[in-house]
């Protein structure tokens, strides 16, 4: 290992172990590692948004003689207003029409990808039993599937009391949410320990294997 990249090494190493020294306490080593973290990514999404926003959409446009980017432009800049205690107020109306914009396009993909496209999913399943193509590991997982959001569905439904039969199958709905919120939680959890794992892995075959070996 050369030096430039055993010095690189080192320095990543040496700032995963102050982040880790939170597991102790709070102290200054996680501190620094802390806002030195904050303070790199701010700085890399500014160069990136400047390259990859700015320049393409303002400057290129405009030296382009499209000059109805200036409203978009201007849209921007007064959003630096909220730096102003006395101009704060400003901000407001470019943020508004931001959100406005935002709202219109998020709604519909949204619309798409969480609702039409599993109800979507959800029917195909049965089209696969109709035609008589689905085996028995897709029977049972139709069937668990249609359960479940029958059943949440009805769990949400309070114009009902929860009693009786309509009782029985809201608390099927429950558990069928747990379930589904125990397994989200259980993937968080697992995809924290693999960064906990490369971390480790890292500082053992990465760091002290190749620098004191």
């Not at 430039?4 to 102790?24: D, E, K, N, P, W």
């Not at 109306?93 to 798409?112: C, D, N, S």
């Not at 590991?137 to 929860?162: D, M, P, R």
Request: glycine share 8%; aromatic share 16%; charged share 10%.
């Amino acid at each position: 290992m050369d030096f430039g990249t055993g010095l690189s090494t080192t320095v990543a190493a040496v700032l995963t172990l102050c982040i880790f020294s939170f597991l102790y306490k709070d102290n200054p080593f996680y501190k620094f590692a802390e806002h030195l973290v904050v303070g790199v990514s701010a700085g890399y999404w500014v160069a990136i948004l400047y390259i990859n926003v700015v320049i393409p959409n303002i400057w290129q446009k405009l030296a382009m003689g499209k000059w109805w980017y200036v409203f978009p432009t201007l849209l921007g800049i007064l959003m630096w207003a909220r730096l102003s205690k006395r101009y704060a107020w400003v901000s407001r109306y470019p943020l508004a029409f931001y959100l406005g914009i935002a709202t219109g396009v998020a709604i519909p993909l949204e619309m798409k990808a969480k609702v039409i496209e599993q109800l979507f999913g959800t029917v195909q399943s049965f089209v696969a039993l109709h035609d008589g193509t689905a085996d028995f590991a897709t029977v049972v997982n139709t069937v668990l599937i249609a359960i479940g959001i029958i059943s949440s569905l009805i769990y949400f439904f309070f114009s009902k009391e929860h009693k009786g039969v309509t009782g029985g199958v809201a608390k099927i709905g429950i558990w069928t949410l747990m379930v589904g919120f125990g397994a989200s939680f259980g993937y968080t959890v697992m995809a924290r320990i693999s960064l906990l794992i490369e971390r480790i892995q890292f500082l053992i075959d990465g760091w002290l294997l190749n620098i004191f070996s």
